[in-house]
């Protein structure tokens, strides 16, 4: 099993623009083959936090149309908040240190990937205590010139991160797949 962070990013490397909206996204358009359905494939649970959460849940009018939720798989939404649920979505709402939930999410996922859908401070999190594996982000020809940064985190260890592909993906990003190395006694059960 993998955690992956997988996500796009604005050229200036931003997730999301300041009001926490992907519209920057959406605006490109379908670009056909993007490789998302061969990810997915391999994905066995979800960890997203509560800004993106919340920006699917409205953005999907989820509280009037509950069959929109988009996964399958089991998903953990990190919040220090009481967020409203989906019905018939298997969802499961944490707080506290990601390293709390990890063996059940390992458990969930059986074998296949975690995914952290976002954001980019969750997935720092899983970075912090050595739980990110690797770091796979769609870069779009597009500036925002601010909002959520795509990892607001050091990774201080330049030799921790190693380039395993970069490839131009669908004709409008640059794809780019990172995978982060761990010190030996670190390596996750």
Known sequence: MKVQYYTATSLDGFIADPDNS????????????????????DVGALAMGSTTYEWVFRELDLAANPDAWPYRQPTWVFSSRRLPAVA???????????????EEQRHAADGRNLWIVGGGDLAGQYADVDLLDEIIV?????????????????IATPARLRLREARVNADL?????????????????
């Open 88 to 102: 018939g979505a298997d969802l499961r709402f944490a707080s506290g240190p990601v390293s709390a939930v990890y």
């Open 138 to 154: 769609d870069v779009a020809p597009v500036t925002l010139a601010g909002g959520a940064p795509l990892l607001p985190r050091r």
């Open 22 to 41: 992907l519209t920057w996204l959406l605006e490109l358009g379908d670009e056909g083959d993007t490789g998302y359905e061969d990810f997915i494939a």
């Open 173 to 189: 990003f640059a794809r780019l797949r990172y995978t982060l190395e761990r010190p030996a006694d670190t390596v996750p059960g």
